[in-house]
């Protein structure tokens, strides 16, 4: 998980933030986004509570709940536990790639809302990404398959509005969110892999 950061790190320091033709999409996609709410005072409440209700401090609860819940009513052994650890590396990691790379925030014309910390990777999009890949996953360790499908849409539809809802505030630039998906999946892929949950997972999932 380490070396997933370091690589979207690095990727972010040497090809991202120098580079003329990212900085030129992404300077123009924050006032077109910002665009999306702006004027409009309802939307712009919903935006900023849907950015307090998907942070980390939100996802990951979350993910030890389920994770919880699984491991009390039989339907998942202790060992689906681990996947709350992903997922706390996964949030630490993700904020120690925010200082390593120190990019800006971007500066749109009317802000809604001011953050002080690094821009590049989004953290809401890296954890609710990573908090996707840990749900979809206990997910599968569930009997019956329309729920599986259900919630995996759910949770789908939760990271895809986040992602949205962070370019909306005018807070990241269109490759912070991209980098902050990938990072957050890669990380909980190799995390699942590194902890044998993948594994368990596939064979429950034939059950």
């Not at 030890?64 to 202790?78: E, N, S």
């Not at 019956?144 to 990241?172: D, E, P, Q, Y």
């Amino acid at each position: 998980m380490t070396g997933v950061m370091l690589l979207v790190a690095a990727v972010g320091e040497f090809l991202v933030v120098p580079s003329d033709r990212v900085r030129g999409v992404d300077l123009a996609w924050v006032e077109r986004a910002r665009g999306w709410i702006d004027g409009r005072p309802a939307l712009e409440d919903a935006t900023l509570l849907w950015a307090d209700l998907s942070g980390p401090w939100v996802v990951h609860p979350l993910v030890l709940l389920l994770a919880a819940g699984l491991v009390l009513t039989g339907r998942a052994p202790r060992r689906a536990l681990l996947v709350v650890p992903v997922g706390l590396a996964g949030w630490a990691l993700g904020s120690l790639c925010k200082l390593l790379v120190a990019r800006p925030r971007p500066e749109p014309d009317a802000p809604i809302t001011m953050v002080d910390s690094f821009s590049y990777p989004s953290g809401h999009a890296t954890n609710v990404a990573l908090g996707a890949v840990l749900v979809i996953a206990l997910l599968r360790m569930v009997a019956r398959r329309w729920i599986r499908w259900s919630a995996t849409t759910l949770v789908l539809l939760v990271a895809v509005l986040t992602v949205l809802n962070r370019l909306a505030l005018g807070v990241h630039f269109v490759s912070d969110v991209v980098a902050g998906v990938a990072l957050g999946t890669a990380m909980g892929v190799v995390g699942l892999s590194l902890t044998g949950q993948m594994r368990w997972c596939r064979a429950r999932a034939k059950r």
